[in-house]
């Protein structure tokens, strides 16, 4: 954490403070210096390990014209899982081939766009999906590359909201009962389809590699029964979900131990099965922008109770971070204006909206508070933003990349206006 002369917390060269003056708040900050750096690691490892690879950023931690740029500038490609995350990295210019196209339901509108925009890859999720998309591939005369989602029955040890590989599953073919073999039958057979890989994703805020390795071993195995079969299979995708700090309290492996450990697992069992070592694709959110992003508020209310608890309240909660109340998520505060000041009580953050679970921090010592202050939560770059709602009609925060003491504006703050803008008033009578 920077602090600067004035004893403000200041990310990537800008003084907090100043910026939530100029922008307002609610408002996130990105340091996009430290989201570039996450990338080009990703790529140093990979380059040390030695293996054909791709790097697929999942949008969905992130997803806005100006990330996708930077992913795309990066070297990353894109996983999107709708047509609004589609059209958001169509809009920023990155080019459909680089585009890798997830989800559990695809509407047949957002297949057929996906298909008319010639996304590079989908990562085909279920036996319907694969029909739809083998016929809308044959009447646009296109042949659709997919990879195959396959459920590997591995339990994430991780909160079951974000656990997605194990067998009671909505995502992807079931390994266990057979279903992933009988999708590689029925991809082979598709004439519109040409299936070149597998796919699969645990979970998410993972912080040990061993379920990643389990996954990777039992995917090799059905890489190369895909082999045999005859499938012009290339790629093994495993995935994102590596675990980040979000306070002191957590210890994730370093990614690059992660890859380490994964690349070194599909070489071995490849090699037990003799067939060519697969393209190594992983698809991380979290990790890459999550410990980029702040978020600072303005600090209103206060309300003690005597022996039971502060209550201190900001201007958001719940409609842009809603982790603490889906997930139980644990986040460090700070008092952006008073950096140099002693703590002197704990205080729980609540936001603004009608109800109790409306947290943001369950417990922050902080110095003596004041309404005006700016309050800074750390580490909401993932999935925050992403999750914005418009409960209670509060309008979605302004975001800004920070960098070499320059601040840029990529998503405009909401308006009153703009939270109506859609509403139809009934007619007057
Ligand atoms: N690939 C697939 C197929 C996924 O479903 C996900 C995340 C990722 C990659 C990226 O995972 P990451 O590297 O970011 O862990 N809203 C939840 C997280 C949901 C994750 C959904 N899938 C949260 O706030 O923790």
């Not at 519109?192 to 195995?221: K, N, T």
């Not at 939560?377 to 920070?402: D, E, K, Q, W």
Request: aromatic share 8%; hydrophobic share 40%.
């Amino acid at each position: 954490m920077e602090i600067n002369e004035r004893g403000h917390l200041q990310i990537g060269g800008c003084d907090t403070v100043d910026l939530a003056t100029q922008y307002g708040t609610p408002l996130f900050v990105y340091d996009e210096a430290f989201i570039r750096e996450q990338i080009r690691a990703l790529h140093r490892t990979f380059r040390e390990l030695g293996v054909n690879y791709e790097i697929s950023y999942a949008t969905k931690a992130f997803c806005t014209m100006a990330m996708c740029q930077l992913a795309h500038q990066e070297g990353l490609t894109l996983d999107v899982v709708s047509g609004g995350e589609l059209y958001t990295a169509l809009k920023a210019g990155v080019p459909a081939a680089n585009i890798r196209f997830h989800g559990n339901n695809k509407t047949l509108a957002e297949l057929e766009f996906g298909v008319a925009s010639n996304v590079g890859i989908f990562v085909v999720d279920n036996f319907v999906e694969l029909a739809a998309l083998n016929d809308i591939g044959q009447r646009h005369g296109k042949t659709v590359q997919v990879l195959l989602r396959i459920a590997p029955g591995i339990e994430a040890h991780t909160h079951h909201y974000i656990s997605t590989g194990q067998q009671d599953s909505k995502f992807g073919f079931d390994l266990e009962s057979g279903q992933a073999e009988r999708a590689m039958a029925a991809a082979l057979d598709a004439e519109s389809v040409r299936c070149i890989g597998l796919h699969c994703h645990i979970g998410s805020q993972i912080f040990d590699p061993s379920g990643h390795v389990a996954a990777a071993e039992l995917m090799c195995e059905l890489y190369a029964a895909g082999v045999r079969m005859g499938l012009p299979f290339s790629v093994l995708n495993l995935g994102g979900g590596f675990g980040i700090r979000y306070t002191q309290d957590d210890h994730p492996t370093p990614v690059a131990d992660y890859l380490g450990a994964m690349v070194a697992a599909v070489r071995k069992e490849i090699d037990r099965y003799g067939v060519g070592m697969p393209s190594i694709w992983i698809e991380p959110g979290r990790s890459i922008v999550g410990a980029a992003g702040t978020t600072l508020y303005t600090v209103g209310s206060q309300k003690v109770i005597p022996d039971v608890r502060n209550f201190l309240a900001v201007d958001g909660g719940m409609t842009d971070n809603p982790r603490l109340a889906l997930y139980d998520a644990e986040y460090v505060a700070v008092m952006a204006n008073k950096m140099a000041e002693r703590a002197e009580e704990t205080w729980t953050i609540a936001g603004k909206c009608c109800e109790s679970g409306d947290i943001v921090v369950r417990s922050a010592p902080l110095p003596e508070p004041q309404m005006g202050d700016i309050l800074a939560v750390l580490a909401t770059g993932a999935y925050n933003y992403s999750m914005v709602s418009h409960y209670n009609r509060i309008p979605h925060p302004a975001v800004v990349f920070v960098r070499d003491g320059k601040s840029r504006l990529v998503v405009e703050r909401e308006t009153w206006e703009d939270v109506v803008r859609l509403d139809r008033p009934l007619e007057a009578e």
